[in-house]
Each structure stands twice: as structure tokens, then as C-alpha cells.
């Protein structure tokens, strides 16, 4: 949840380690950022069909790196 109305939000598609039901994962832009750019703050991926909480492996990491990218690329210049 975006601590501030004025942070933007990324979204990006969360699959559930349980079952692989994916939903739409929706974070202040800033969360993402410092949890990709640090060692010791995890970002938080959330399941809602299994109420399950987890930090992501390496290849969501990887995943969540390209959709900032896109998303980053497709702001207006």
C-alpha cells in the first residue's frame, strides 16, 4: 500500500506458489525500487486465494525488474 497518495503504483501479475492462480500485485513504485536495489529489504508478494504471504525467488525478482522496465519505458517524455 503506497504510504503517500502521491507515490506512484506499479502493477504486475503475482502467481500463487500454492495453486498458480495469478492476480494483479499492486505496490508504491518506491517499495519496488528499494526492494530491488537492496539486499535486506524484501518486497512482499501476497496470494489472496490462499491468504498467503511470501518474498519472491529469483526468477520473480528477474520479473518484476522487466515490468518496471516496461512500465518505466512507457512514461511519457
Not at 492462480?21 to 513504485?29: C, D, I, K, S
Not at 539486499?39 to 515490468?67: N, V
Request: charged share 15%; hydrophobic share 45%; proline share 10%.
Amino acid at each position: 500500500m503506497p504510504t503517500n497518495l502521491m507515490d506512484p503504483l506499479i502493477k504486475f501479475p503475482v502467481s500463487c506458489p500454492h495453486c498458480g492462480a495469478e492476480t494483479m500485485g499492486e505496490f508504491a513504485l518506491a517499495e519496488v525500487a528499494s526492494a530491488l536495489l537492496s539486499t535486506t529489504e524484501a518486497l512482499r508478494l501476497y496470494a489472496p486465494c490462499h491468504r498467503h504471504y511470501w518474498s519472491p525467488t529469483p526468477l520473480e525478482l528477474q520479473q518484476i525488474r522487466e515490468y518496471l522496465w516496461a512500465w518505466l519505458n512507457a512514461l511519457p517524455s
